[in-house]
Nanobody, 115 residues
Framework: QVQLVESGGGLVQPGGSLRLSCETS????????MGWYRRAPGNQRELVAI???????KYSESVKGRFTISRDNAKNSVYLQMNSLKPEDTAVYYC?????????WGQGTQVTVSS
């Protein structure tokens, strides 16, 4: 049973910061690309950021320059540092792991940006 355990969501004011964390097993982390998707109310799920095992990254245009994805090999974890948050960043954020045709999802963590 593959598990992606997320933490770090919450309520923050516009302009604030949050850091999301996602931990998985070493066997998954060592070969899977890891990243984050989000789904806002009434919208489809969209890619936020992803990082391969080679540390190459891909970001959504809407978060470039504000969000940073990183991996900690010692902790089998991926992080999403979110700065300069906007109300339109409000969504459920899902951790994601992918290798070939295998994809796994976390349970989701709510991020709400509101004054």
């Amino acid at each position: 049973q593959v598990q992606l355990v997320e933490s770090g969501g919450g309520l923050v004011q516009p302009g604030g910061s949050l850091r999301l964390s996602c931990e998985t097993s070493a066997s998954i982390f060592s070969i899977y690309a890891m990243g984050w998707y989000r789904r806002a109310p009434g919208n489809q799920r969209e890619l936020v950021a992803i990082m391969g095992t080679d540390s190459r990254t891909k970001y959504s245009e809407s978060v470039k320059g504000r969000f940073t994805i990183s991996r900690d090999n010692a902790k089998n974890s991926v992080y999403l540092q979110m700065n300069s948050l906007k109300p339109e960043d409000t969504a459920v954020y899902y951790c994601y792991a992918n290798w070939a045709s295998n994809t796994y999802w976390g349970q989701g963590t709510q991020v709400t940006v509101s004054s």
